[in-house]
């Protein structure tokens, strides 16, 4: 508790408990995944909120070469419900100032190879709009999995 996050030769240490046994990792359950992080969100912001569902065995948010927060994150729970309560509670809730996405984890492995893309980018809409306002403009082209307004340097 003391040293993890810790910042040796300006990077957080991590430190969790060894898993000689990797089948629990592997197998994902408990693991979930976080995106639409605010840039000022750390590996220990991350741990600290999520803590709340119950034991934590892996936290960290993906950061580019510089240290940069990526934007999205992992935390690893010791049991499924953990995982699912976070899921149910931290979703579309703002953290930072930012609606977060909670979601379990799927390795790439097991992801959908649809060649057929889903996502949307929809660049400079009105300021005054709303996250229903733009699912009420594209709901009427299929069913929506999800949808963000993400801001950068004040424009959206």
Known sequence: DTMNYFPIKNRPCRIMWSQRDPTARRSGVG???IK???PSIDSKD???T???FGNI???KVACDIEGNSKGYGFVHFETR???ESAI???NNMEIAGRPVSVQPYVAPAHRNKNTEWTNVYVKNIPREWSVDTLNRLFEEHGEIQSS???EKDGVS
Do not use: G
């Open 57 to 59: 065995l892996s936290c």
């Open 50 to 52: 999520f803590s709340l």
């Open 88 to 90: 149910e509670k931290v």
């Open 36 to 38: 639409n992080l605010a």
């Open 31 to 33: 693991n979930i995944f």
């Open 148 to 150: 963000i307004i993400v």
């Open 46 to 48: 991350l741990h600290d």
């Open 81 to 83: 419900e953990s995982a």
